[in-house]
T-cell receptor
Framework: GAGVSQSPSNKVTEKGKDVELRCDPISGHTALYWYRQSLGQGLEFLIYFQGNSAPDKSGLPSDRFSAERTGGSVSTLTIQRTQQEDSAVYLC????????????FGSGTRLTVV | AQSVAQPEDQVNVAEGNPLTVKCTYSVSGNPYLFWYVQYPNRGLQFLLKYITGDNLVKGSYGFEAEFNKSQTSFHLKKPSALVSDSALYFCAVRPGSARQLTFGSGTQLTVLP
């Protein structure tokens, strides 16, 4: 999507390996979100960052998942010791303005754990 | 906690016919409601939103949706479907007090020529 870049677009990794997924939104965004889209399922909220507040990590499925946002901009989602059930499309989104009415999504990273 | 239900996994409609994609929600307080569309191998694109005001909201590509508070529904509609409308459609909700959206499981719309 316009305004947010995700890399890599595709990632195949072996079970047990760590992976890092990157999200690079436009500058000046208000909040940044990570979602996961599994095959045949809806979008599952993972984590969001807003300003200097502590991130809301309530959606992270296990302690193998972590994320950070550096300099209030680029965000990295890290999955340690990947499992096959981690296979999904990981989507990053951002909002602008205080109202946070709608998201702009990136094209996602398709993660396949073999 | 909020939730969204899209009762139909698949909707098929003939080109030129009206289409409806159903969505019901559960949320405490006033809801903010959204529709997104996902084309194959692409990210989600915003279609329309209801925040306040008129219950009928119009969005991109000729789509519209009607907020019905008594039925807690926000069905997506289009008077005349196009083959190019074929895609995966997601309804989403959040209460005014929350930041993150809760999405439905999606409805695959297929418009037949």
């Amino acid at each position: 999507g316009a305004g947010v870049s995700q890399s890599p677009s595709n990632k195949v990794t072996e079970k047990g390996k760590d992976v890092e997924l990157r999200c690079d939104p436009i500058s000046g965004h208000t909040a940044l979100y990570w979602y996961r889209q599994s095959l045949g399922q809806g979008l599952e909220f993972l984590i969001y960052f807003q300003g200097n507040s502590a991130p809301d990590k309530s959606g992270l499925p296990s302690d193998r998942f972590s994320a950070e946002r550096t300099g209030g901009s680029v965000s990295t989602l890290t999955i340690q010791r990947t499992q096959q059930e981690d296979s999904a499309v990981y989507l990053c989104a951002f909002t602008q303005g205080e109202a946070n009415y709608g998201y702009t999504f990136g094209s996602g990273t398709r993660l396949t754990v073999v | 906690a909020q939730s969204v239900a899209q009762p139909e996994d698949q909707v098929n409609v003939a080109e030129g016919n009206p289409l409806t994609v159903k969505c019901t929600y559960s949320v405490s307080g006033n809801p903010y409601l959204f529709w997104y569309v996902q084309y194959p191998n692409r990210g989600l694109q915003f279609l329309l939103k209801y925040i306040t005001g008129d219950n009928l909201v119009k969005g991109s590509y000729g789509f519209e949706a009607e907020f019905n508070k008594s039925q807690t529904s926000f069905h997506l509609k289009k008077p005349s479907a196009l083959v190019s409308d074929s895609a995966l459609y997601f309804c989403a909700v959040r209460p005014g007090s929350a930041r993150q959206l809760t999405f439905g499981s999606g409805t695959q719309l297929t418009v037949l020529p």
